[in-house]
């Protein structure tokens, strides 16, 4: 069965940090991307960042409104991605899910346009 | 970024009901267009990918269309498990971008 499972998710003061993190198994974790997308208490998702495959150098790209505090690494030998977020701010207070960014291949390309599978979520409150 | 307006924000129907959803996002998308259903508490379940393909399990009164600006989420007869938030997503390009969405809810 394919499954994503966050993990790490509490309660951190304004400026404070935290690890999340999100095993994957019953695919090949290193073929994909994996992203992030939060959603605050009532609000719509938002997309986080990502981290890319092998092929493409584990290269990560992040939203506006996290760069430079949030920091996304994966283990493909672990099958597992990690967000280490750095100086919290009450607006990062939300559920956090990762997803699976599968890679599709046609026509001797490769693709990543649409996120299939989804975690759970964890929940990371920001409050002092 | 790219934006994405979804309307409307919330819509009362009836079982058996058609029921459509849009968002409107800037030209140039193309396929890239994808749907989700999101119930309380959980995460959100692909329905519809590039636009119009329908996601592996998902029952065939889900629909997708559009192209340039305009893009739509049918549900052609409304069941009692459709009840939900629907949420549009481009990606297009970086960062991904998500729609208001919509809740769905019993009249």
């Known amino acids: 069965e394919v499954q994503l499972v966050e993990s790490g998710g509490g309660l951190v003061q304004p400026g404070g940090s935290l690890r999340l993190s999100c095993a994957a198994s019953g695919f090949t974790f290193s073929d994909h991307y994996m992203d992030w997308v939060r959603q605050a208490p009532g609000k719509r998702l938002e997309w986080v960042g990502r981290s890319k495959n092998r092929l493409n150098s584990y290269s990560t790209e992040y939203a506006a409104s996290v760069k430079g505090r949030f920091t996304i690494s994966r283990d493909d030998s672990k099958n597992s991605v990690y967000v280490q977020m750095d100086s919290l701010k009450t607006e990062d207070t939300a559920v956090y899910f990762c997803?699976?960014?599968?890679?599709?291949?046609?026509?001797?390309?490769?693709?990543?346009?649409?996120?299939?599978?989804w975690g759970k979520g964890t929940t990371v409150t920001v409050s002092s | 970024d790219i934006p994405v307006t979804q309307s409307p924000s919330s819509l009362s129907a009836s079982v058996g009901d058609r029921v459509t959803i849009t968002c409107r996002t800037s030209?140039?998308?193309?396929?890239?267009f994808n749907w989700y259903q999101q119930k309380p508490g959980k995460a959100p379940k692909l329905l519809i990918y590039?636009?119009?393909t329908l996601q592996s399990g998902v029952p065939s009164r889900f629909s997708g269309s559009g192209s340039g600006t305009d893009f739509t989420l049918t549900i052609s007869s409304l069941q009692p498990d459709d009840f939900a938030t629907y949420y549009c997503l481009q990606t297009y390009s970086i960062p991904w971008t998500f729609g208001q969405g919509t809740k769905v809810e019993l009249k």
């Open positions: 590039a636009t119009s």
């Open positions: 997803a699976r960014v599968p890679r599709i291949c046609y026509g001797g390309s490769c693709y990543f346009y649409y996120m299939d599978v």
């Open positions: 030209p140039g998308i193309s396929i890239y």
